[in-house]
């Protein structure tokens, strides 16, 4: 009996575009996370990502590291850099002086959030002349300068939300203050993501909703991230890393496969822009992007 022939390389199933890619990267505590930082940005900046954001630490404790990087991308290299600005630990009239800095240091894009307690604290507390909310920091950035400006949405309900329907009306909120795009909170299920991109839909929602990626490399870290933050893992996850606690080599493979498969499949219900949060990890998300046809110098089929 003859073997089956080997399938041509078209006939490999591939997406329908090559979608556009964005990517998220946290500011460095250490040289050594600096140097970590910068060989990731470099790793990936031939892919010509649309932007990189750079995060910003619970009640704004990273707000200088984040400006330092976000300034340095922009300056050392092609990619359109975005900085994360949230509400607390500063009143309006800093955070207008702050927005005034990155205007003109040529940073045009901000992801606007209303962000989370300082460390040690369970609740939010606004500055008690800050911005309360991301609805009013995004009115706030827009008097300031015409800024491009992303914001966050939460497929699964934010853990603050009274209910769904009224986390979507934070939503619209922020759209309507001025808001460009929304960037979603990481999930696992694409049926949850496609769930509330309808009712953003129905809700008059018109600006894009780019999915948020996170390749799980530690399944306990996330597991436990995840529960604070109100995301869902799929039992399928846990069998999938089961027995890997001590292979990283191998979970690596796993977690790039699992992505990247997540991504396919979106991209076949017609998404053509994913944010991946890098954790300042270049090669796994790198792979992901070769995977899905995002190449060096090969622009989104969008794009051509």
């Known amino acids: 009996m003859k073997d089956d022939p080997t399938p041509a390389p078209d006939a490999v199933p591939n997406p329908a575009r090559v979608p556009s890619v964005s990517f998220e990267f946290f500011p460095p505590k250490t040289e050594k996370m600096a140097q970590s930082l910068w060989e990731a940005v470099t790793k990936l900046e031939p892919l010509h990502p649309a932007f990189v954001s750079v995060t910003y630490g619970a009640g704004g404790s990273t707000r200088e590291r984040t400006h330092e990087t976000v300034t340095r991308i922009a300056r050392e290299t092609g990619l359109a850099a975005a900085a994360h600005l949230t509400c607390i630990g500063a009143s309006r009239g800093e955070m207008d002086d702050i927005a005034r800095h990155y205007w003109e240091s040529g940073i045009r894009h901000i992801v606007a959030l209303r962000g989370d307690p300082p460390e040690g604290e369970t609740s939010y507390r606004p500055h008690p002349e800050g911005y309360v909310y991301a609805s009013d920091l995004v009115e706030g950035l827009k ?32 759209i309507d203050a001025g808001a460009n795009r929304a960037i979603s909170q990481y999930f696992f299920d694409n049926a949850v993501y496609l769930r509330f991109r309808d009712r953003a839909a129905a809700a008059g929602i018109t600006v894009p909703i780019i999915p948020g990626i996170l390749p799980v490399t530690n399944f306990a870290q996330v597991q436990k991230f995840s529960a604070a933050c109100g995301a869902s893992m799929p039992g399928w996850m846990a069998d999938l890393f089961a027995g890997l606690d001590d292979d990283p080599d191998t979970r690596r493979l796993v977690a790039a496969t699992t992505a990247a498969e997540q991504c396919r499949q979106l991209v076949t219900e017609g998404v053509d822009d994913i944010h991946f949060f890098t954790l300042n990890r270049a090669d796994l998300t790198f792979t992901i992007c070769h995977i899905l046809g995002v190449r060096a110098g090969k622009a989104a089929k969008g794009d051509e």
């Open 143 to 174: 008097r300031v300068a015409d800024f491009d400006i992303s914001v966050a949405a939460y497929p699964e309900t934010h853990p603050e939300a009274q209910s769904p329907e009224a986390d979507l009306d934070n939503l619209k909120r922020k």
